[in-house]
C-alpha cells in the first residue's frame, strides 16, 4: 500500500481510535495500520457475529482495550497511558431502531461517553487533534430537496438523531471553551449513509441483504422511496484522514464542522439500491413490510460544497460502483475461499489508484 497518501502524516503517529471493533472502525483501524499509524483501539467487544474486527483479524494488529465509553476512569488510564496524539471518536450506539426500544442507552453512550472523552482530552494533554463522527441524521430534517449545509441547525427526530446533535453541541462548546486555548484542533463531521463489505449490523440495508441473499431468502425492506446518500465506507474514511492530517498543520482553519457525502446526482431510493444489489450479487427477489414502524427521516442529504473548495476533497466512486465493491466482498466472504484481509487491503489499494488517476490532492506525493 502507498504510505505516501496524507502527506505521510500518520507514520508513526500515536493514533487513538474509539470504536475500533465497530464497522467503519475496523475499515479505519486496518487503513491506519497500513500507513504505520501507532493505534490503540478502545471499544466494546464486536458487535456482531460475524465482524469485521476479527475477520480481519485486527485483534493481533493492534494494541486494543475492550471498554465502555461511558466508563470514564478505564478510558482516562488508557489515555494517560498510551499519550495519543490524534483522536478518531467512532465509538456510538449507531442504529436508529434500537434507540427507539433503548433511548437511556443512546443517550448515556453518545453524549456522556462523548464527554468522557473530551474531559479525558483535557487532561491528558498529549493531543493535538480530535474527529468526532456524528451523523448527516444530525440535521435538523426538513424532508425538503436540498443537501444539508454545516451551518444549517442541529436537530433530530428520534433518539439516536437527537443524540448526535447533542454530540454536535457539545462538541461546539469544548472547542469553544477549552480547546481552542489549549491548541487542540476539534472537528466534527458528517458522513451519509456508508455502506461496504463487512457490515453485518441489524436494520442496516446492504448488511440485511447480504443476510438474506447468502441464504437464498427474500430481502424485506421497510421504506422502498426513502432517500439516503449512500456511499462506500472508504469515502468519508479519506476525508476523515485528509482532515485530520490538515488539522495538524493548521488547527484554526480546519476545526469546524464537515460534511462528507456523495454528489449529488449519486442519491438512490431504497428500492433503486435494492435493485442495483440484486444484479450484482446475480440472483435474488424482494418484497416490501407494508406494516408499520418507527419513524425514520424519507429524504435526507447532504450538502458537500465546504469540504469539496476547503478540502479540495471529492468522492471517488459513484453510488453503482459503491455498491458493487460492497457485493464484491460479501460474495468473496460467504464464498469462503479468499484471505479476507488481503482482500479488504486490496480494496483499499484500487480506491487509491482511483485517486490518483483523479489526482486528488489527498494522494499526492
Not at 440472483?283 to 465546504?306: C, F, M, Q, V, W
Amino acid at each position: 500500500m502507498d504510505k505516501n497518501v496524507f502527506s505521510k502524516i500518520y507514520k508513526n503517529k500515536k493514533v487513538l481510535i474509539t470504536g475500533h471493533t465497530g464497522f467503519k472502525g475496523s475499515w479505519l483501524t486496518l487503513w491506519l495500520k497500513e500507513l504505520g499509524a501507532d493505534v490503540l483501539g478502545y471499544s466494546l467487544e464486536p458487535p456482531t457475529e460475524p465482524n469485521l474486527f476479527t475477520v480481519l483479524g485486527l485483534e493481533k494488529e493492534i494494541n486494543h482495550i475492550i471498554g465502555d465509553i461511558r466508563d470514564e476512569g478505564k478510558l482516562y488510564k488508557a489515555f494517560q497511558e498510551f499519550k495519543p496524539e490524534i483522536v478518531f471518536h467512532l465509538a456510538a450506539q449507531p442504529l436508529v431502531r434500537l434507540s427507539y426500544k433503548e433511548p437511556k442507552l443512546t443517550y448515556e453512550t453518545n453524549i456522556i461517553g462523548t464527554v468522557n472523552l473530551y474531559e479525558c482530552i483535557r487532561k491528558v494533554k498529549s493531543v493535538k487533534a480530535v474527529i468526532t463522527i456524528t451523523t448527516d441524521k444530525c440535521y435538523e430534517n426538513k424532508e425538503w430537496v436540498y443537501g444539508y449545509r454545516e451551518n444549517d441547525p442541529m436537530g433530530g427526530f428520534d433518539p439516536y438523531s437527537s443524540s448526535k446533535g447533542c454530540v454536535e453541541l457539545i462538541t461546539s462548546a469544548y472547542r469553544n471553551s477549552y480547546f481552542k486555548d489549549m491548541g487542540i484542533a476539534i472537528s466534527s463531521v458528517r458522513a451519509g449513509n456508508v455502506i461496504g463489505g463487512g457490515d453485518w449490523a441489524e436494520d442496516r440495508l446492504i448488511p440485511d441483504c447480504a443476510r438474506s441473499l447468502s441464504q437464498n431468502k427474500e430481502i424485506v425492506i421497510r421504506n422502498p422511496l426513502a432517500i439516503r446518500p449512500w456511499q462506500h465506507v472508504l469515502e468519508p474514511l479519506s476525508g476523515y484522514l485528509w482532515l485530520g492530517a490538515l488539522m495538524l498543520q493548521d488547527k484554526e482553519k480546519y476545526s469546524g464542522g464537515w460534511n462528507f457525502g456523495p454528489n449529488d446526482e449519486d442519491v438512490l431510493t431504497v428500492e433503486e439500491v435494492i435493485k442495483e444489489v440484486i444484479s450484482n450479487w446475480g440472483r435474488g427477489s424482494y418484497t416490501i413490510d407494508k406494516s408499520n414502524h418507527p419513524h425514520e427521516a424519507k429524504l435526507l442529504r447532504l450538502d458537500i460544497s465546504k469540504a469539496r473548495y476547503e478540502l479540495k476533497w471529492i468522492p471517488v466512486y459513484n453510488v453503482y460502483e459503491a455498491i458493487e465493491k460492497s457485493i464484491k466482498w460479501y460474495k468473496a466472504y460467504y464464498e469462503g475461499e479468499t484471505e479476507m484481509k488481503d482482500f479488504t487491503i486490496d480494496q483499499i489499494n484500487e480506491y487509491i489508484e482511483r485517486a490518483k488517476a483523479k489526482k486528488l490532492i489527498w494522494c499526492e506525493v
